[in-house]
């Protein structure tokens, strides 16, 4: 019985945050009529079909020198660009937000980006757009150092590992300890920053003896737990 | 046409269609922000991509080697 009560709020919960990200997503699309590099790779990937086509038909093409060159374009250059292209693409795609939400564990993480409540970190954040809404996981779970977004992915590549092919671990928890360098990367510097109590625990801060998340400052996180229990934000249309 | 060039053929022929494959499977991919999508892409699109491209390398070294058959290295 608890268990259906479980599933049925899971259903519940998984279509209100899809219309969430539905209608960012519609907004977002509205915004963006311009035909971008995903419209240039699909256009050099539909000439590369084509190409490879004419070519495995017309075999003769190859005798001459301009064919053989051709041939080595059609067979090796361009599938090779478009290999690394989508890679790319592919990879820049994995840092939306609606990437991260895709799995169904990340749920309630989702709409704690939505909770009605300035307390929530994440959500004050999210709404009030001081980190882009379309990469908002992203923004604040990546490692601002060198390698830092190469470090990510391969913890992506094992979030997606343990996701299909594994246990993930319930609760989520973090690899590490939040590093203070992510917050500061925006912050440090910001008007906002600059009260008393920031400047005097500055070194604290920078030097991570004094966690900005979990030294009682500013504690609510995801607090993916409570989420049910948080009136909802619904953006406008 | 000898058994050679009949490979290398084959071998040319081969590597199109994995390399049409690959592509295919790549172009299906990019239309999902998915983390299936980027797994299709990088397993499946990514293994058909590199085998169609040696396949291709391979197949033009064998060329070589068919037409050259003099070009055998002296000891």
Redesign the interface.
């Known amino acids: 019985m608890r268990k259906r009560s479980d599933e049925e709020r899971a259903v519940k919960d998984r279509g209100t945050l899809e219309t969430l990200l539905v209608t960012g997503e519609k907004k977002q699309s509205k915004a963006n009529m311009m035909p971008g590099p995903?419209s240039i790779?699909?256009v050099l990937?539909?000439t590369?079909?084509v190409l490879?086509?004419v070519?495995?038909a017309r075999?003769s093409l190859t005798a001459t020198p301009a064919g053989k060159i051709l041939v080595f374009l059609v067979?090796?250059v361009l599938?090779?660009l478009?290999?690394f292209w989508?890679?790319n693409?592919?990879l820049e795609?994995?840092k939306?937000t609606?990437?991260c939400l895709?799995?169904h564990i990340m749920q309630p993480y989702g709409e704690s980006l939505y909770a009605s409540d300035p307390t929530y970190i994440p959500a004050a954040h999210f709404q009030n757009h001081r980190i882009p809404p379309d990469e908002a996981c992203y923004t604040c779970h990546t490692d601002y150092a060198m390698y830092g977004t190469i470090h990510v992915k391969l913890h992506g590549l094992r979030?997606?590992y343990m996701?299909?092919f594994g246990t993930p671990m319930n609760p989520i928890r973090l690899y590490d300890p939040y590093n203070n360098r992510e917050c500061l990367h925006c912050h440090a510097g910001a008007r906002s920053f600059e009260n008393d109590t920031h400047m005097a625990l500055l070194d604290q801060i920078k030097s991570n003896q004094l966690s900005c998340v979990s030294s009682g400052c500013h504690d609510t996180i995801h607090n993916a737990a409570a989420i049910g229990n948080v009136k909802i934000w619904r953006p406008q249309e | 046409m000898n058994a050679g060039e009949s490979k290398v053929s084959l071998s040319f022929r081969l590597s199109g269609i994995l390399l049409v494959a690959g592509l295919c499977v790549e172009a299906v991919s990019l239309h999902w922000v998915h983390p299936i999508a980027f797994l299709a892409f990088f397993v499946i699109g990514g293994v058909l991509l590199a085998a169609g491209v040696l396949l291709y390398l391979s197949s033009l070294l064998l060329h070589h080697s068919s037409s050259n058959p003099n070009d055998t290295p002296s000891h």
């Open positions: 995903t790779l699909f990937l539909g590369t079909i490879l086509i070519v495995l075999a067979f090796f599938p090779v478009c290999g989508g890679l693409e592919h795609r994995s939306q609606a990437f895709s799995c979030h997606i996701q299909y």
